[in-house]
């Protein structure tokens, strides 16, 4: 054979599937953490003013929302990931709850099949919220986490009740989320 000592130039058919799948994998995670804005952006202390009245209230924090909620949700985990610092049993199942979300909720591009049926996105985030809350709940570390899930519930409509939002750009979709009708300028 004249092929004798050659490297091939393919992988492995199941390499090469792995190899896909976490490439799919890690450009899924980069598009999900595109929707989150810079955290010099969301800390910034010059947009920080005490609203005037319940009603302006009330739009920033639907707006702030719209805007920040990527944001706010890595906020909201890393609370709650801090609080079951003291919890190792539930800070176990917690990373793995969260490679399950990954996986199966967040990171598939085709629908999950279960015995040759397909299964409804719907469905598939109704069983691992189910999954999730008994799975932590059985951890003995209830109180932590309903604690911690408080303080960051606060800790975002706090950020979102005195985060101005006159410097803030949104897009249609953001606008659509937020419930306003109007755009917003940027610096």
Do not use: C
Not at 16 to 38: C, F, M, T, V
Not at 72 to 82: D, G, K, P, R
Not at 83 to 103: K, Q
């Amino acid at each position: 054979m004249t092929n004798y000592g050659t490297i091939p130039t393919s992988s492995s058919p199941a390499g090469g599937q792995n190899l896909e799948y976490i490439s799919r994998a890690k450009q899924r995670i980069k598009e999900g953490l595109d929707d989150r804005r810079p955290w010099k952006e969301f800390f910034d202390y010059h947009s920080i003013r005490i609203p005037s009245n319940v009603n302006d209230a009330i739009g920033r924090i639907k707006t702030n929302i719209a805007y920040f909620r990527m944001n706010y949700a890595i906020t909201v985990l890393v609370i709650l990931f801090l609080s079951l610092l003291w919890h190792p049993i539930s800070l176990i199942v917690f990373t793995v709850l969260m490679a399950v979300w990954m996986f199966l909720y967040f990171l598939r591009d085709e629908p999950l099949a279960l015995f040759n049926r397909t299964i409804d996105d719907w469905w598939v985030l109704v069983a691992l919220s189910i999954v999730t809350i008994v799975l932590l709940l059985l951890t003995n570390a209830t109180s932590n986490i309903l604690i911690s899930l408080a303080i960051g519930f606060v800790v975002v409509v706090v950020h979102a009740v005195v985060r101005n939002t006159e410097n803030l750009f949104l897009d249609d979709d953001d606008e659509q989320g937020a419930g306003t009708a109007h755009f917003l300028t940027r610096k």
